[in-house]
Nanobody, 121 residues
Framework: QVQLVESGGGLAQPGGSLRLSCAAS????????MSWARQAPGKGLEWVSG????????YYTDSVKGRFTISRDNAKNTLYLQMNSLKPEDTALYYC??????????????WGQGTQVTVSS
């Protein structure tokens, strides 16, 4: 059974940084593409970033390119999202998924509980 536990969210000032983590269990993490999605208040789920199983390719949505960095540690079954130069529009509930970013978010079978990121002065 896929289990994903996100952590690392919180309150940050504009221009600040946060590092999200996603602890995975119940599946062979090292063989799965992993992705981060977010849901802002009143909006739908949006893919933010993704990484292939071996880390050889990464994806970023245009609004976070140059500011966010996705990485993974297959030995620790953990996915990360380093978020720098945060903006108020990054405020959202952030989720990780054992899916590629090309999948329709509504079709993802398992989400974690998410971690809240709030960017405000």
């Amino acid at each position: 059974q896929v289990q994903l536990v996100e952590s690392g969210g919180g309150l940050a000032q504009p221009g600040g940084s946060l590092r999200l983590s996603c602890a995975a269990s119940g599946f062979t993490f090292s063989t799965y593409t992993m992705s981060w999605a977010r849901q802002a208040p009143g909006k739908g789920l949006e893919w933010v970033s993704g990484i292939l199983s071996d880390g050889s390719y990464t994806y970023y949505t245009d609004s976070v390119k140059g500011r966010f960095t996705i990485s993974r540690d297959n030995a620790k079954n953990t996915l990360y999202l380093q978020m720098n130069s945060l903006k108020p529009e990054d405020t959202a509930l952030y989720y990780c998924a054992a899916e590629g970013w090309w999948v329709t978010p509504s079709s993802v079978g398992s989400w974690g509980q998410g971690t809240q990121v709030t960017v405000s002065s």
